[in-house]
């Protein structure tokens, strides 16, 4: 049994223009200390997916189907003071938006204090102590001081830093990271992303890495999951998701990436943009975008599949699965995109970049 | 809100103003009918009207406002009834707009000043001489703000007729003038009276007998013990009486007193020379006898033992010192307007010397006599009122309650008609401001009477048995004010043919529930012998 | 910065402003139209030497900014003088009315707040539930009802009808039990609005609040939604509140001068409408003085809770 099992998970909004599926029939497993990453656009779904685990979809949203065992449990359908015990303690999610997820009028050591308070976990001199040693363990430099500060007195990469220590402070076995390095510059992200690496092995922590930043999963995944208009296009392990994305829009985004170290302005490489939530495209959702669509793609929906034999992906596998009509062979040209693997710098860094072999194929720049 | 606001007088010496109209009751005066000016004009009100507007070359419709103030829904009601008249005859197109008194007040008191293409709804209430009524309104030297003269009418023969009548002290020849002065004011119209009203009381009948109320506001708690009235509220001895006063006493001493409230809570403390009664009758007090040695001249024989609150005892000194205190004070024309000066005799016979001759001077003489020590500066009334009266002033919660309890040391000894001491030993009045809340407070039983309580609750009140209402005919007329300074205003016409349109029956009966009666003149019928039934334009 | 310097910083800036409030409130008195001495003399027709000795006696027949100064030192050491018009001394008649407004004005807004705070909460977290409904409605009759109509109503029901209360003040210290029992229907009169208003803002702010992402971050960190609520909603969505309970001390003296009336209660209001009906000029202006101060010192203390509750405040500047 998985550490955390997502079957069929299902998140429906409801907007004043309609209905919005944000999350489509998700289904995915972390085991035990892995790191995992879902990848994908803004508005793909991602974030709706892990506040679900927590069943902290609030209004206008609404979980109407689907899983979240946590330990084989069902976190939907737990009891309110248990799902409260869960929360923080067994799963805890360190939010976007830093200086937004920490309550202004309280500081910084007593919000830490607070939740090891609520789950019983220290209390009094000990909490205090334990929060100060949390914040050095994050690498915050004079942690005694910033015990003591308001959320606004942080800098942004400071605040996502006491927010991971907030996160960490009842030794989570999962800890779900949305998109943690938004807005930071690149010498913290890569400081913080290492820093989740090391926090990761020495607290035995699996971690649910949210992000549209690949580079970021580059750096410290096991495995992926894409995501596009709430649906799964693609799981794999790491190494196979970059060496061989088996979704065009995998490929799409990978072609987008940067190498770390080098300019980090995003370039646009998937022409359109995300597709209507309210009416999302027919057939396979990627389509109107996709360089390798045809008539079929635009009627028939493809099903999640084994690249490997076409068959049914199944969710407590640990291969490598996507949803393109490829796979099963119901696409008549195929397509036309290679992975060309760059190693230009001493320690190996990955960079991928595709290569235009097709004479269809799409250009990146 | 609020009870009578404006400002006012020791009763029988001074107009008031008045925000809010004291409720009255049912018409006691027969007063003039409406067919009385047939003979100045033959025509009707409408073609009074047009030959005014062609003699002042104003075309019809002419536009102009009828005022009220908001704290008085009867009369802003009789505007509206008026307003609805003037605007049927296709003359006028007249719009109605209510104010704040305080705003009311300063309109009104303006309104010439500022040429205000204004009509306003009023009422006054005077004392027991006719002068009240007619100087105020109409002489020359009262125009607004030193009077209530508020279109600043003009007119010599007026002020003439005003002057003698004020100068002449022959009952008689002074009934000839002021009917002469309501003749011509009746032709001339530079105000129109409406409505003569009445003064009310409510009280619990389990917890008082009989009441009587006195015509005047101001003077109703001299009905507790009044030895010159011959009036006392009869109860068991030792007992309180709590009534109500409808604001704050402002200020108690007699030369500053500038509100009828302070006058209400004051009357059973001073007493003056002479007195009026509930009938208007002239009565000695603190004089036992006084006669008129010439016509500036008056001989008084005073009281001997009588006793103030604070242990002097009345001399003929006390009552020059009473008079000579208001040079210079705010009141200083109750007394200056013809007082010259006091010849003490001997310690209670004097003389008092008039600097003219002065019709009103019996009602007026009666002004609170005070300690020497006031006079000298030692006795501070504003904070201690002391006389010679039934009651001495016990004590002043500001805003809560003003305290009387009964003087033993009053010098009255008893006669068949009032006993030698009042039964009711406390008088507590309670400040209770709003109609409505003085009617719940008398009916919880906290108060034993009240006085200005609503039209409509006094109807109310009066159908259930535990309550009886005594009403008297009281000195205050309703009127409206022309903007005489202004055309077609200035045509005599056009007021006399207004003044025909006024549905007087409609309102007293209506708006006042057929309390008051209706009026054609400014004296009221209370004053019956300057009151005219009837007016013979031709005389 | 600490809160007691920043109490110090407020309240020395508060200083200019008060100033400002003397000069206001001392040529709007005189600029309102009448003439004391009219009144004083009862509009009659009176001798010149007379009326120019009265203006002198009450220093009228100096320039307007002499009288200013000269009030101002007496403001300055609380020597207001006699009223010309009541012979009283201003400072003690003022003084006397006070502790009924005060008493009448602190027990209306403890209880609109100890309404309104809780209903208003209640509404934010049963919002569209029938508890929100009913606080709505509750609310919009709370306000939409005038005070004249609703005291009146309340003291034929319970003082005449019931006899549960006295009609009038009894003759008991403020400080008693026979006024503290008198006390409730004129302060559940002033207070019925206060606390719609208070309901209707907390519940705003508290939905406001509720949808902010701190709040989702401290369920998902497993705090009791009691916590949630009480400790991290309530505090943030209290600085509205806040504001408004400071400035409801406008509203408690205009609600004052009609409650008052209709409970004859001896207050600020009372001697208010009274003294303006005098043109009784001194004691409307200290008055109307103290309602300045009190203004500003609630919003010095708004200022100042604000600062406590939201350090974002105190840190600014
Ligand atoms: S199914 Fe068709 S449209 Fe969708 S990704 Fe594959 S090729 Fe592109």
Redesign the pocket.
Known sequence: MALLEVENLTVQFYTEDGVVRAVDGLSYEIEAGETFAIVGESGAGKSVASLSLLDLVGRPGEIVDGEVRFRGRNVLELPREELRRLRGNDVAIVFQDSQAALDPVYTVGEQIVETMRAHEVASGREARERAIALLERVGIADAQSRYSDYPHELSGGIAQRVLVAVGLSCEPDLLILDEPTTGLDVTIQAQLLELLEELASSFETAIQLVTHDLGVVAECCDRVLVMYGGRA?ERAPVEELFYDPA???TAGLLASIPRIGADRERLPSLPGGPPNPIQPPT?????P??????E???TSE?DLVETETGTAADATRQDHVA????HTG??EDG?GYAVRVVDDSPDATRGTSPGGSSGRGHDDR | MGCRKGFDERVGRRTILRGLGAVGTIGLSGCITAERDDRISESGPTELIQRGFEATGVDAPFETTIYANAENGERSRWAQLVQHELNETGLFDVDFEQLEWGSYEQLCLNMADNAENALVTLDISGGWDPHTYVNSLFHSDRRSPNGFNFNHYTDDRTDELIDSGLAESDPERRADIYRELQERLARQVPISIVRSGEETAIYRCDAIDDWRQYPLPGSEYDAVYTPYGREFLESEDGAELVVDLPATVSNPDPVRMNDTTSNMATTPIYEGLLAVDFEGAVRPSLATDWEQLDPTTYRFELRGDVAFHNGETLTADHVRATFERYAGTPRETDVYDWYEDTVVIDETELEIHLEREYGPFEVSVGVPIVPLAASEGALDLSEEPTGTGPYRFDEYADGEYWRLRRFDGHWFDGDESVPERPPVETITMRIVPDPASRRAAIEAGELDLATQISAADVTDLETQSAYCVERSAAGAIDFLVYPAYLEPFTNADVRRGIDRLIPRETIVEDVYAGVGAVAYTPIPPLLEEFAVDSLDPDR | MSIIRYTLRRALTAVPVLLGATAITFSFVYLTPGDPVDVLVGFDHVDPETRAALRAEYNLDRPLWQQYLLWLGDVVTFEFGESPITGRDVGETVASRLPHTVALGVASWTLSLAIGVPLGILAAIKQGQPADEASRIAALVGIATPNFWLGLVLLFVFAVHLGWVRVTPPDAPLVSLEMAWFVILPTVTLATALAAIVTRLMRSSMRRELDREYVRAARARGLRERTVILKHVLRNASTAVVTVAGLQIAFLVDGAVVVEHVFSWPGMGQLLVESIGRRDVSVVQASVLLIAVATVAANLLVDVAYAIIDPRIRHDR
């Not at chain 1, 057939?283 to 389509?287: A, D, E, L, S, V």
């Not at chain 1, 975008?289 to 045809?294: L, Q």
């Not at chain 1, 949803?323 to 490829?326: G, M, Q, T, Y």
């Open positions: 296009v979704h065009p829009y057939g396979c959702r990627f389509h975008r996709c360089p390798y669509a045809e079929v793609c635009a493809p949803a393109c009509h490829e119901d696409l397509l």
